[in-house]
């Protein structure tokens, strides 16, 4: 069942409330690979680039989370542009400089129940969507693709700045 945001508030704050464990550390393994490029299209702009698919590995994880956190009822989709598209929505790298071609973009968008405009952000971390995810399911915890443990306490900015719930 989708929540309004006062909802969505007060769960947040009685998730992060939580007495924590010690998280688990999944492995980080990457494989040394060959580069094997795919061509794809920017949802915005419809631009078709080759990119290094090594690197959008993640995404069909993005796209099968924002999928699981629509079925719970929320407006939510998340799609997939080039660097320029995203550059024009105003998203950047942390130190403010426009984002590179070299991946595609990841942009969020996302409602609670009485909102009218969606809240857009931008990520390409399977993990923001999986802490949302478990966050909007009012689950403590949620586990990577590596099988390591998360806790949703710890990744409250992200919930924060992924939804746009702020207290
Ligand atoms: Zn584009």
Request: glycine residues 6%.
């Amino acid at each position: 069942m989708a929540k309004k945001k006062k909802g969505l508030i007060e769960q947040l704050k009685a998730l992060i409330g939580l007495d924590k464990e010690p998280e688990l550390m999944g492995a980080m393994c990457y494989e040394t690979h060959m580069p094997l490029f795919v061509t794809l299209k920017c949802e915005l702009c419809g631009m078709e680039k080759e990119y290094d698919q090594f690197l959008m590995t993640e995404d069909d994880e993005i796209i099968a989370t924002v999928e699981q956190i629509k079925a719970l009822g929320y407006d939510a989709k998340v799609l997939r542009t080039c660097a320029g598209c995203a550059n024009k929505l105003g998203f950047t790298y942390k130190d403010g400089t426009p984002l590179l071609d070299s991946i595609m973009y990841c942009i969020f968008y996302f409602k609670n129940k009485d909102q009218k405009e969606y809240h857009v952000t931008r990520s390409e971390s399977p993990d923001d969507y999986k802490a949302v995810l478990a966050y909007l399911k009012n689950e403590d915890r949620f586990y990577d693709r590596n099988e390591a443990l998360h806790w949703v306490a710890d990744n409250k900015e992200e919930i924060k700045r992924m939804t746009g719930i702020t207290f």
